[in-house]
């Protein structure tokens, strides 16, 4: 693995079955929360985005800190559980406990099935 968190290094670059579509927003993020320094929180205040659903490694630093960077600047929170890791799944639980704490302090956590089966309840778009 290359320097963390550095553009170009080895291990920044994005898989190919993830692979950005055109026209697809990709921020480069050079720490860990997802806000620090890349624009991307005046970027979703122009699309009127409110609300957020959270994936990614690991779930106790990048995707903790992201989470709680978003509640900050006034975002609601959604954390995927199935779809974040860590090396440690006791720092894993542990996160999971804080961001509900005191009432969703934080946010939000539930699988993935879960996601899934609600949205599929929506109506399409028209």
Not at 31 to 38: D, E, H, I, R, V
Request: charged share 15%; hydrophobic share 45%; net charge negative.
């Amino acid at each position: 693995m290359g320097r963390l968190l550095i553009h170009g290094e080895v291990g920044t670059g994005i898989i190919d079955c993830l692979a950005p579509q055109a026209g697809e927003l990709v921020i480069d993020k050079p720490g860990k929360g997802m806000f620090y320094a890349t624009g991307l929180h005046e970027k979703l205040q122009v699309e009127g985005v409110t609300h957020l659903v959270f994936t990614g490694v690991t779930t106790e630093v990048c995707v903790q800190t992201s989470m709680r960077e978003a509640n900050d600047r006034g975002y609601h929170c959604l954390l995927v559980e199935d779809a974040t890791q860590s090396y440690f799944p006791t720092f894993k639980a542990a996160t999971l406990a804080m961001i509900v704490a005191q009432g969703a302090i934080v946010g939000w956590h539930t699988s993935s099935e879960i996601i899934l089966t609600s949205l599929a309840r929506l109506p399409l778009p028209v």
